[in-house]
């Protein structure tokens, strides 16, 4: 019988071992596409960053992937917290291509506001209605920012880019989010303002990604300063140039910039913001 326990404690042992070895082998030869998808896990996650205080803001971002790409509400917490030393609350609802009318419809954004109390609230339109008409971004942003407000919460709106070959339409894009943002009651957040000036005097600075529609790093990097600037109305001068996801017992960077282009991002972003 002692013999018979002994060979099997032996087997189990020996079972878990090769299950760790091969799962450590796994893990090494797949790690840049586990490294993808806890990314991708992380970017559309509804929890972000939890508050250090019970005085730091808390804040909402409801948009797509021109908010969850290199996931700029992360990087907004980030950057409050190196600045402010006050790690804020930040929650996220982003799901792909979706519009304000496909967040109201799905309900999610009606339960959080009941849940949690929220300061900011932060709408980003789907791109396509963003350019070609408004009268659905005003019906749905009107519904959500109206209960915004009812829940003590201020509301922005996050103004899109133009395509890298589409840059006329930045004017029609402009122009319909004053618009919005006039109906719905929200303060506009000048983000496609702040890519047109720096394509402008900065062409070397890539705010593109690949496909010449999504932000680059240095894009979400733009966009996260603009939206810090417009939330805390003081500068992000000095923002960190590398900020890091924290996803369960995952850490990697997410967007690392050279500091004399962060420095340039940070200044525009400050230039575009009191330009109001």
Not at 31 to 41: A, K, N, P
Not at 109 to 134: A, C, I, N, P
Request: charged share 20%; with cysteine; net charge positive.
């Amino acid at each position: 019988m002692k013999k018979a326990a002994r060979l099997l404690a032996f087997f189990f042992v020996s079972l878990l071992a090769l299950s760790a070895v091969a799962t450590a082998i796994f893990v090494v030869q797949n790690r840049t596409q586990l490294e993808r998808l806890l990314l991708m896990m992380a970017s559309t996650a509804e929890n972000v960053s939890e508050a250090s205080s019970a005085k730091a803001p808390r804040i909402l971002f409801v948009g797509n992937s021109f908010t969850f790409c290199n996931m700029t509400p992360n990087t907004v917490s980030k950057i409050a917290a190196s600045l402010t030393k006050e790690r804020p609350l930040v929650m996220q609802l982003v799901f792909p291509s979706y519009s304000l009318e496909d967040h109201y419809k799905k309900g999610r954004y009606q339960s959080l506001l009941r849940e949690q109390k929220f300061d900011y609230v932060v709408f980003q339109e789907q791109s396509h209605r963003s350019l070609t008409g408004t009268a659905s971004t005003i019906e749905y942003g009107q519904k959500m920012a109206e209960l915004a407000r009812q829940a003590g919460a201020k509301v922005f709106l996050f103004e899109i880019w133009a395509d890298r070959n589409q840059g006329d339409d930045q004017r029609r894009i402009d122009s319909n989010a004053l618009l919005v943002a006039d109906k719905i009651g929200a303060q506009l957040v000048r983000i496609g303002d702040a890519f047109f000036y720096t394509r402008s005097r900065f062409p070397d600075i890539e705010l593109y990604a690949a496909d010449g529609h999504h932000p680059s790093q240095y894009g979400s990097y733009l966009a996260s300063c603009v939206l810090f600037q417009s939330l805390y109305k003081r500068a992000s001068i000095g923002a960190p140039v590398k900020v890091d996801c924290d996803f369960a017992f995952f850490n990697s960077p997410v967007i690392v910039v050279a500091p004399e282009i962060a420095k340039k991002l940070q200044t525009i972003a400050g230039f575009i913001s009191q330009s109001q």
